[in-house]
């Protein structure tokens, strides 16, 4: 099956500083990726909408200054944490589909981000 | 306002038989449905899927039906074996709308006993 490769699976930072999680699609192109949210217990929460080669289509209540989101290829998009806090610790997953089609997204493997 | 629901956080099913796990839906313009399976610190891995013209589609164990009418579907994994233990998500999408996304459920937890 398709991969979706998401780094880094885990990573710790200071509170202020900026995290880059990178989403890249090995075996196909995605025009669209999307980035989720999980909260403990808790479903995804889809992010934001990455479009390659444009803006990105942030759902309500996510900062769209806070979670930059840069789709700059057909297989790679980045979400970057920036001045992260505490309470921005959570598992990250990236989702890609292949171009055109209606059919199964396939998932990276997420990212743990713990902001201390 | 919730449109996908898994309406049970969890269940548990002695290995061999049968799990029904069980998803609603409130969007009548879903038209496709997926079935996720999510370890802990994991990204879901797909199982299968279903379009809104069947109602049925079976991948070796995995079996999902769907009740257009009830807007209801549902995954059947027999027998059940203790690696299927997992959080599965049922997921929806409306093709019509161009962007593909993806709706989840809250998932449900299935522990197989050995």
């Known amino acids: 099956g398709a991969v979706v490769s998401q780094h880094p699976s885990r990573v710790i930072c200071k509170s202020g500083t900026s995290v880059k999680i990178e989403c890249r699609s090995l075996?196909?192109?995605?025009?669209?990726m999307f980035w989720y949210r999980q909260f403990p217990k808790q479903s995804l929460m889809l992010m934001a909408t990455s479009n390659e080669g444009s803006k990105a289509t942030y759902e309500q209540g996510v900062e769209k200054d806070k979670f930059l989101i840069n789709h700059a290829s057909l297989t790679l998009s980045t979400l970057t944490v920036t001045s992260a806090h505490p309470e921005d610790s959570s598992f990250y997953i990236c989702?890609?589909?292949?171009?055109?089609?209606?059919?199964?997204?396939?998932f990276g493997q997420g990212t743990r981000l713990t902001v201390v | 306002d919730q449109q996908v629901k898994q309406n049970s956080p969890s269940l548990s099913v002695q290995e061999g038989r049968i799990s029904i796990l069980n998803c609603d839906y409130t969007n009548s313009m879903f038209d496709y449905f997926l079935w996720y399976k999510k370890y802990p610190a994991e990204g879901p891995t797909f199982l299968i899927s279903?379009?809104?013209?069947?109602d049925k589609n079976e991948d070796g164990r995995f079996t999902v039906f769907l009740n257009k009418s009830a807007k209801h579907l549902s995954l059947h994994i027999v027998p059940s074996q203790p690696g299927d233990s997992a959080v599965y998500f049922c997921?929806?999408?409306?093709?019509?709308?161009?962007?593909?996304?993806?709706?989840f459920g809250k998932g449900t937890k299935l522990s197989v006993i050995p």
């Open positions: 997921a929806a999408s409306d093709s019509g709308a161009g962007s593909y996304q993806l709706t």
């Open positions: 989702s890609a589909r292949r171009t055109g089609t209606n059919t199964e997204a396939f």
């Open positions: 279903i379009s809104s013209i069947k």
């Open positions: 075996d196909f192109q995605a025009t669209t």
